[in-house]
Every structure is written in C-alpha cells, then in structure tokens.
C-alpha cells in the first residue's frame, strides 16, 4: 500500500489512465471506423494520449479543485 500523501497521484494516475483510455477508443473509433487493426490503432493512441493526460491532470486537478471550490457554495 501506498502512503497517504501519494492520494493525489494515484487518482491523476487512475483517473488519466481510464479518461485516454475511453476517449482514445471513441476518438479512434469515429475517425478509423470497425477496422482489422483497431486493436492496434487504438492501442497506439492510447499509449500517446496517457503520455499527455497523466501529467496534465497532475498539474490541472488542483485549479479545478480551487475553482469548483470557488463555485460551490461551503
């Protein structure tokens, strides 16, 4: 298990793994159609959109935390 102070890592992990894994696929799907190699042109853009989401949801999810804060009524 890991520490506590790792929580928001593990969610940026988690959280761009799921996201670029979903949208690749939809992203890839509406652009390539029900191809032979899907699996592996999917594949590919999911290994390339992970490499750019995990980082940005790193940086990202505490504006947005700040800013939903803003928003919501304590």
């Known amino acids: ?17 799921l996201m670029s894994s979903i949208m690749s ?3 890839t799907l509406i652009n390539m159609g029900l191809v032979d190699n899907l699996l592996t042109i999917w594949l590919r853009a999911w290994s390339i959109s992970f490499v750019i989401a995990f980082p940005t949801i790193v940086v990202v999810a505490p504006l ?3 800013l939903v804060d803003v928003v919501i009524e304590q």
């Open 1 to 17: 298990m890991l520490a506590k102070k790792y929580t928001s890592y593990v969610f940026s992990f988690c959280m761009s793994l």
């Open 25 to 27: 696929m939809v992203v």
């Open 64 to 66: 947005v935390k700040k």
